[in-house]
């Protein structure tokens, strides 16, 4: 077996190993005094090796921060430094031996300003771009539908429907409440067109998105140097953006804790402090929140704060479920069918009465969403006009033609429909697994043994979270 030593390699090699791999390098000792430093550093600070060799690097390398490093053990990655008139950009890492700190390296790259140039330009055309986006993205924040886009005709619908349109005009809080794929979200976006701040910002949010660390600096903004990696000069929240319009916290269930305290006093104060902030502003913000989840079981459990469930649930909608819509059912899919007939240029597609039959026999557990997705998929297989059972997905085609409702057979035991019964067992599976991988949904995925994607898609669907 041959064995590669490090010092089988001849030390003008190493040198030149070092060139070829590192434009500029320079090493230090703890107290900042240059060990090394090659030759084409020293040609760009306009010195030579031997002038440099052994003096504090300070004085050597304009405006470097070597010194500091190999005192405090931090690295800097990707520090602009301003050298001979030129902006570069320089790494500069602790230098660990045997886990004692002994110095530091650094390292310039970009091999002439005309390189530096170059980048510069190509950055400078994406900031345009993120520029365009973020401002176009403010603008955006307005609702985008209204209760005339909320299509139904059921009791209990229409019940929501008409209380949410009586309460929108006031400015208290609303808790939406409804299976995944129901349409609180379009609750809220119509609550707010309707309110008196709809020519202010409607701004949405979901809880469950955003990682933990990052939910408080997402919501309330950070100031300038507030950690490493903030934006020079800081950044808004959403409460900020929102002021004056509404916030729509969804997945408010998913709300870590500590942050449901710091939303309570956001509530109570009316006023934020962001990230790193010494001072609170105030902010004018109707909140409308929605879950999935059963917040009164949390409440008990200990998982959600009393006293926000109590501000946050002042005008409580919940909003069905497809599978107590039936009647509603035909009138959504034609509405999505048109919608979908301008997003693929057809014309005048129709729904067949076997499909309806079908549509209404399905329990829906993905609710609207899952509606719009079969819709999709037709569209997209669609030969002629008329969406047919052979253009559905197989688990709606082979439904067992019996009413959805749990069946008696002679025993007298309950009998499901054998989709109903799937479904059932793959949400108990992915329980068992996330719970197995500790919530890890990565992890369970893998235990599962299927894709991410199809696991979050499955998630979804059973309303998982
Ligand atoms: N009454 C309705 N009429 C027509 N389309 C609807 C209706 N309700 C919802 N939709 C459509 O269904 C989809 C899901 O709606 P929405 O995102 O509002 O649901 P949600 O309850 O907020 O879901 P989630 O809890 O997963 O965030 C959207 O594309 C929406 O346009």
Known sequence: MVSARIDDIPINWLEEILNLSVERIVV??????????????????????????????????????????????????????????????????????????????????????????????KIQSLVEELKYYKTREEKELTSKYSFSDLIGTSRHFVEAKELAERISVNHSAVLLLGESGTGKELFAHSIHANSLRSAYPFVPINCASIPEHLLESELFGYEDGAFTGAKKGGKKGHFQLANKGTIFLDEIGDMPLAMQSKLLRVLQDKEIQPVGGQKSLPVDVRIITATHRNLEKMVEAGEFRQDLYYRLNVIKIEIPPLRYRKDDIEQIAMNLVRKLEKRFHKKSVELSRE??????????????????????????????????????????????????????????????????????????????????AGGNRQQAAKLLDIGKTSFYEKCRIYSIN
């Open 28 to 121: 230090t000792d703890r107290d900042g005094i240059i060990l090394y430093i090659n030759e084409a550093y020293c040609e760009f600070l306009g010195t030579t090796v031997e002038q440099a060799m052994r003096r504090p690097v300070q004085e050597v390398i304009e405006n470097t921060r070597m010194h500091i490093v190999s005192r405090t053990g931090q690295a800097e990655i990707a520090a602009v430094q301003h050298i001979n008139g030129s902006e570069m950009v320089a790494n500069r890492f602790p230098l660990i031996v045997s886990g004692e700190l002994v110095g530091a390296v650094g390292t310039v790259i970009f091999k002439n300003p005309e390189e530096l140039h170059l980048y510069k330009r």
């Open 355 to 436: 499909v309806i039959r079908l549509f209404q026999q399905h329990s829906w557990p993905g609710n609207i969403r899952e509606l719009e997705n079969v819709l999709e998929r037709c569209i997209n297989v669609l030969d002629g006009s008329v969406i047919k059972p052979n253009h559905l997905p197989l688990y709606l085609r082979d439904q067992d033609a019996a009413p959805n409702d749990a069946a008696t057979n002679p025993a007298g035991t309950k009998v499901l429909p054998l989709k109903e019964i799937i479904a059932e067992a793959e949400k108990q599976a992915i329980q068992s697994a996330l719970s197995a």
